[in-house]
């Protein structure tokens, strides 16, 4: 009797939970081989973008073991009234953990397997989720308990995002999870190298302290799509401690740009197109394609000039939808501070891709509605096509000594 009760009782949770995930349009869980490689703060900062563009949100701390997420959204040790309602971070972003239902946030949980599944459970089939267009879930490392009883009840699963470190260990812990996903018939969206590098807060310069490049060479050997580089940044500790996404104040730095960049293309993926707001943001036009006028500093019209206040020429590229339109190469006139940007605002430039410039240069640009990409070498062509291609991002000055037009940073 007690177990037909218990089977009936199941039957029941079984049945509230594939309602209540038939409501969420997309799922996307994010996982990690092994732990501190930053895969809560990627889980957060992608559902709060996500968020941010408007999609209406859950995000589920699955991490049994070691629930951050609270802690990055400003919701540690806060009382839930009612236990079946998420947090409201967010107009459009809920959220739910299990650090919710334990004492202290010191406590350390202990669970055996069968009490994680059942918690995991209960947290999709006896919260009120409501109609969502996104479920983010964020994991805890390895491929145990917790990311099966995702797989095996979460329904149709969008993908996985695979979080791993620059270091050549990075296919090694991110093969597991390629497989686990594999086997799991969910997808893979692809791998977010984090901790890549590090951003000098002084001149935003980008230096890698550890080995760069193994999450994306890991996603090249095992075939999956990469998603990105996110650098070290303080800005990110800080904002993870401050309770709010680091995504949230987008500064404009190389990391928040990666973050959107991250986002937008998961949205891509989930929903085959691209965010309206995002083509206004590419096009920099809400109507038509817009033509745009990029300049590099050139002395020899095929390499980009690291110097960009002492090249012969400026090669300006017109571009409108990806294509180049026609090329030119202008004279500029003697190098004295602030005239070269009025000159290339008055040539109709929006852009310029140089190697090495000071933040001070790099502000008359601005105010002379001239974007500045940095760090960038080799072949215009190369890089214009890098930069076409959606995969060329302002490193920081690519030069590493101090320039005369005020590279100040003297890390
Ligand atoms: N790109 C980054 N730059 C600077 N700090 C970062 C970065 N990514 C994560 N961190 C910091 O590293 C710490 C660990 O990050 P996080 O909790 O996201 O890792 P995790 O992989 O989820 O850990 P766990 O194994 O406990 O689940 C946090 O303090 C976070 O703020």
Redesign the pocket.
């Known amino acids: 009797m007690a177990e037909q009760q218990v089977n009936n009782d199941q039957a029941m949770q079984d049945m509230r939970l594939k309602a209540n995930v038939e409501k969420i349009k997309h799922k996307i869980v994010v996982m990690?081989g092994k732990?501190?490689?930053?895969?809560?703060?990627v889980a957060t900062n992608i559902a709060y973008g996500l968020a941010l563009e408007g999609k209406k949100v859950g995000l589920l701390d699955a991490?049994v073991h070691?629930p951050?997420i609270p802690l990055m959204l400003g919701i540690e040790g806060k009382k839930i009234a009612n236990l079946a309602e998420p947090y409201q971070v967010h107009e459009n972003l809920k959220v739910v953990s299990l650090s919710f239902y334990v004492g202290s946030s010191d406590d350390p949980i202990i669970w055996r397997g069968p009490a994680k599944t059942g918690a995991i459970k209960q947290l999709l089939a006896d919260v009120n989720w409501g109609d969502l267009d996104y479920m983010v879930v964020d994991l805890?490392?390895g491929t145990g308990d917790e990311p099966l009883t995702i797989a095996q009840n979460i329904g149709k699963v969008d993908g996985t995002v695979i979080?791993t470190t620059p270091q050549n260990v990075a296919l090694l812990d991110s093969r597991k999870s390629v497989k686990f996903s594999k086997l799991l018939n969910m997808p893979i969206l692809g791998i977010v190298e984090?901790?890549s590098g590090f951003i000098c807060p002084h001149c935003g310069e980008r230096v890698d302290i550890f080995k760069s490049g193994g999450g994306e060479a890991a996603a090249k050997e095992l075939g999956v799509n990469f998603l990105g580089k996110?650098?070290?940044?303080?800005a990110?500790?800080e904002a993870?401690d401050s309770g709010k996404p680091f995504i949230y104040f987008n500064n404009g730095g190389i990391?928040a740009g990666i973050f959107t960049g991250i986002v937008d293309e998961l949205i891509t993926k989930s929903e085959g197109k691209t965010t309206e707001k995002k083509e206004e943001e590419k096009t920099g036009n809400s109507g038509g394609e817009k033509i745009m006028r990029i300049a590099f500093p050139t002395n020899d019209r095929v390499n980009v000039e690291e110097h960009f206040g002492h090249c012969k020429e400026f090669a300006i590229f017109e571009v409108e939808a990806g294509k180049i339109l026609k090329t030119e190469f202008i004279t500029p006139p003697p190098h004295e501070p602030g005239v070269l940007p009025k000159f290339l605002h008055e040539e109709k430039v929006n852009i310029i891709i140089t190697g090495g410039m000071g933040q001070r240069a790099v502000d008359i640009f601005h105010s002379n509605e001239i974007d500045v990409i940095l760090g960038a070498s080799g072949s215009m062509e190369d890089v214009l096509n890098e930069y076409l291609g959606g995969d060329l991002y302002s490193k920081g000055s690519a030069c590493n000594h101090d320039h005369d037009d005020d590279h100040e940073c003297n890390h």
């Open positions: 990690s732990g501190g490689v930053g895969k809560s703060t991490d070691g951050n805890p490392p979080v984090n901790m996110i650098p070290m940044d303080p990110i500790v993870g990391a």
